[in-house]
């Protein structure tokens, strides 16, 4: 076995985290640090908690939110004593220094990790990304550093100055832009990288160019990153094609570049491992495969009495758990044929249940109350708990987006038995074939084209499946839920990137499997 300190050392950058392993050391011993805006924070957490699992030597750097972190100063100075005396009788402190929390005032005091005003995440990317350039690199002296979207871009290009190779995760199609000058007065000194950074225009010099020519965030993580992935395979394949008008054309033709380059991939995220239909303590009724057909009658019937459905365990139940976003989310796809299906199926007693914030809701509460649809329609402001419930309790999970870079909420209704109904695009295209019972394939439906009718024949094909004998539609199911079981799992995304760490770095991560940590 080779020695245990040649092993590579990563250092994670990421913005956002839902929780960090148990044993991880100094901050992760004594506190729960979570910090979530988006799907990114699932995806950071799985992934240094795989790592970690497996042995590799995972570092992470991020913000310290301090009110989010710590909840009051008592639990601070607590927490700071816990250190001081660790620090003191440990003769080992290796294992106390793999979180590092970037300090500054701009996250001290956050409530939720980004804000409205553009200048505010601006700000706070800036102070985070000097602690990491200024310090948390030159202390952890990575072999790797992996950064998470435009909030860290401007890493990948020192991390070029200082020949250690970078990857650049793009998560979201989202960017902002300033110029060195603000940059430098933030406290990072461009001077010796400026040249590994994205600019609107070509510059001609650092002069000129250091306070009339605005720097890029993510398309310079994409520019000086030595490799980039997406969290699709599709979705990268999709901006490298010009498929999406809403990409801007630089940080298309970046992306481009690298794909051309060879130096992209598409690795798929997971969902967080604790949503598991056998454990998940939100159920009214926990389940496996081999008994979900009597417990999600059981769970029907909870969800149906919370949120003022009709109580019928028999109802073929259309969930939507994702935001109510009509630009990419498509909910206005369904908005346009709500009343028709509930209509036509109206004596199978069809349910649609939206769990879901976001700018469209109002329009679904229009539709309740015009058209009288009370116990076949509820639309319920997003809550995790009744989430969580209306998976177990579906039928169907509607996703039917425009665009997808990755996506969830199809990968989690598969593993609680409940089958996604999606458009052909991005993250859903690899996650969602076609079910074909007659041959024993496919865990969803799949409309090709983005409309109202391509959604509607989807949900009659799923009505068609849930009109099959049961014995049938049931052995269909376990069958979905035993492969997204195996098939969903971080497990799976984090060896797929320690596979790309690899070819990047030309030598396997040594791994000390006696020193394989459980994933918590």
């Not at 009214?284 to 003022?308: C, M, P």
């Amino acid at each position: 076995m080779p020695d245990k300190l040649n092993k590579i050392k990563v250092l994670i950058v990421t913005p956002e985290i839902t929780y960090l392993p148990q044993g991880m050391g100094n901050y992760a011993n004594s506190l729960t640090l979570s910090a979530k805006g988006g799907g990114m924070a699932d995806v950071s957490a799985s992934l240094v908690a795989a790592l970690y699992a497996k042995g590799v030597d995972v570092h992470v750097a991020l913000p310290h939110y301090r009110s989010m972190f710590h909840g009051n100063i008592s639990d601070l100075i607590d927490h700071k004593l816990a250190l001081y005396n660790e620090n003191l009788h440990d003769g080992d402190t290796s294992s106390i220094r793999r979180v590092h929390l970037a300090e500054d005032r701009a996250f001290y005091y956050k409530t939720q990790v980004y804000s409205s005003y553009a200048n505010d995440g601006l700000k706070m990317s800036l102070a985070f990304q000097r602690e990491v350039i200024n310090h948390i690199i030159p202390e952890v002296k990575p072999d790797l550093i992996h950064c998470n979207d435009w909030m860290t871009g401007l890493i990948p290009g020192y991390a070029r100055r200082c020949a250690i190779p970078s990857l650049f995760t793009v998560h979201n199609i989202h960017t902002q832009k300033t110029t060195l000058d603000v940059i430098e007065d933030a406290g990072i000194d461009t001077g010796t990288f400026w040249q590994n950074l994205y600019f609107e225009r070509q510059p001609t010099n650092y002069e000129e160019t250091r306070s009339g020519n605005q720097v890029d965030l993510m398309t310079s993580g994409i520019f000086g990153a030595h490799f980039i992935n997406t969290v699709s395979p599709t979705f990268l394949r999709e901006i490298v094609n010009g498929q999406h008008d809403y990409v801007p054309d630089n940080i298309r033709r970046e992306m481009t570049n690298k794909f051309n380059a060879g130096c992209t991939r598409g690795i798929l995220n997971a969902p967080d491992p604790d949503y598991n239909p056998a454990t998940d303590t939100a159920l009214e009724a926990k389940y496996s495969a081999a008994d979900h057909v009597s417990k999600k009658r059981i769970n029907k019937i909870a969800f149906q009495k919370q949120t003022g459905l009709i109580e019928d365990p028999d109802a073929p139940l259309f969930f939507w758990p994702s935001r109510l976003d009509p630009i990419q989310k498509g909910p206005q796809l369904l908005a346009t044929i709500l009343y028709d299906i509930i209509h036509e199926y109206w004596p199978k007693n069809l349910q649609v249940a939206i769990v879901a914030d976001g700018a469209y809701q109002r329009n679904f509460h229009d539709i309740l109350s015009q058209f009288n649809l009370h116990g076949h329609l509820c639309v319920c402001n997003f809550s995790e708990k009744l989430s969580r419930l209306g998976y177990a309790a579906s039928d169907f999970v509607l996703m039917p987006s425009r665009f997808e870079p990755c996506g969830l909420p199809q990968m989690i209704g598969p593993i609680y038995g409940s089958l996604p109904i999606v458009h052909d695009t991005g993250g859903l295209h690899d996650t969602v074939t076609h079910m074909d019972a007659a041959h024993n394939q496919g865990n969803g439906f799949v409309f090709k084209f983005y409309d109202s009718q391509g959604l509607r024949w989807a949900i009659d094909q799923a009505m068609a499946f849930h009109e099959l004998l049961p014995h049938v539609r049931d052995a269909q199911v376990l069958r979905v839920m035993t492969e997204a079981s195996r098939q969903f799992t971080h497990e799976v995304t984090a060896e797929n990137y320690i596979k790309l760490y690899e070819q990047m770095l030309q030598r396997p991560l040594i791994v000390d499997e006696s020193n394989a940590k459980p994933i918590l």
